[in-house]
Every structure is written in C-alpha cells, then in structure tokens.
C-alpha cells in the first residue's frame, strides 16, 4: 500500500482565483492520478500524472483549467484556475501501489468556490 | 469502454446482521481488476477488497467477502458481522490493464443500532 497526504485538506475560495493542491506519497510510484468528486456523485477523473512526462487529461478537462505538475516520483500537484462556483468538489490524488494496478487515495481536499 | 452499474442507492443493515451490495459491470477483455471501495463521511476513499478476474476464488478480508460471478459480470460485496463503522458510501470499480479506474455510482449504507 501507500500513504499519501494532501494539502491543503479544505479551502473557500473566490470565484476567479486559483488553488493549488499537493499530494506527497512515501515512496516512489510511477503513475499518480487525480480525480473530482461533485457533490452526491461518484468519482471522475480528470488526468493522469506520470513523472517526466505531460498529463493526460480525460475528456471534459483540459490543461489551461486544471494544469499538473509532476516534478518527481513522489509528488505532484493539481491546479483549478479561474474557479467557479461549479468548481466546488472534492479533489483526490491517487496512487497505483502494491500490484494488480490498485490505487490508493490520498484524503482529499474540499473546495467550495464562493 | 467499461461500465460499472451498482443499482441500489441505499441499502441498510443491523448491527451484528449480514448485508450484501450488488454490482454489476461490463468489458470486453478478459483480464481485469475489481475493487470495494469504502468512503465514510470523512471523504477519505478507503481500498476494502480487490479481486483478480484471472483467480476464480473469491476474495476475502476478514468481514468483508466477494461474490464474483464472471461469466455474468456479477460482483458483489458481502459485509457479515456488520458494525457502526461500516456505515459508508461504497464504490465498485473496475480496471482493465493500463486505463483509468472505472466507479460505480455508489450505495450508501447505513448500519443501525
């Protein structure tokens, strides 16, 4: 397994700025993933890091809105820009560890857009 | 493309009773993963059991079990024992080798004392 923490664990924002959320693993892992979580709904994902290498980005998300950073095998960081009120989720880091491509999750990060 | 239906919204259980989530999916392929996902109101996505399409055994951890019924596409999640800290929203997920992880949309379960 992995453990993985996420700053910050909550924010209120105004609508227009930007945040940006970090994830710290313990120990190296290649892929890294981040999804979002509206509220009442299930998971989404909107792209997946790997180290060295430019996100890739689901359908519906793009880079301008949510850039990543992936500067090494044990962090990465998810930007939401120019935010609105629709951008008020949940944000989750995952990581593929211990075999059988099975992710682990960070905490979390609760936005509400003001 | 993968889907990942789970048909029951809401489900409730007593404490000490035994209570079984369904969930149903759909690939092409062969070979894939499936997980329970637990996600108490903390938000935190917490991993309750994996199942390997290849293994025909069905997995267990401790109180938690798995039907897995692969000819029709069938997984579900068997609580026994059930506790107050069970109560959660839980996920079904699939992986089909190198593609992202596919939810379910969830079952909210409460367990009553």
């Known amino acids: 397994s992995a453990v993985i923490s996420q700053k910050p664990s909550r924010d209120i924002c105004q609508r227009g700025t930007s945040l940006t959320i970090q994830c710290q693993v313990d120990s190296q892992v290649t892929m890294m993933f981040w999804y979002r979580q509206q509220p009442g709904q299930s998971l989404t994902l909107i792209a997946t890091?790997?180290?060295?290498?430019?996100?890739?980005?689901e359908s519906g998300f793009v880079i301008d809105k949510f850039p990543i950073s992936r500067p090494n095998l044990t962090f990465s960081t998810l930007t939401v820009s120019n935010m609105s009120p629709e951008d008020s989720s949940i944000y989750l880091c995952?990581?593929?560890?211990?075999?059988?491509?099975?992710?682990?999750f960070g905490p979390g990060t609760r936005l509400l857009v003001l | 493309a993968q889907t990942v239906t789970q048909s029951q919204p809401e489900m409730s259980v007593q404490e000490a009773e035994t209570v079984t989530l369904s969930c149903t999916y759909d690939?092409?392929?062969?070979?894939?993963?499936l997980f329970w996902y637990k996600q108490p109101p903390s938000r935190q996505m917490i991993l309750v059991i994996r199942?390997?399409?290849?293994?025909?055994q069905n997995a267990t951890e401790n109180r938690f079990s798995v039907n897995f019924q692969k000819a029709a596409k069938s997984f579900s999640l068997k609580i026994s024992d059930s506790q107050l800290g069970d109560a959660a929203m839980y996920f079904c997920?699939?992986?089909?080798?190198?593609?992202?992880?596919?939810f379910g949309e969830g079952t909210q379960l409460t367990v009553n004392p």
């Open positions: 997920a699939l992986v089909v080798g190198g593609s992202r992880l596919t």
């Open positions: 995952s990581v593929e560890a211990g075999g059988g491509e099975t992710q682990y």
């Open positions: 199942q390997e399409a290849y293994k025909q």
């Open positions: 690939t092409s392929e062969s070979d894939y993963y």
């Open positions: 890091a790997n180290q060295g290498s430019e996100a890739t980005y």
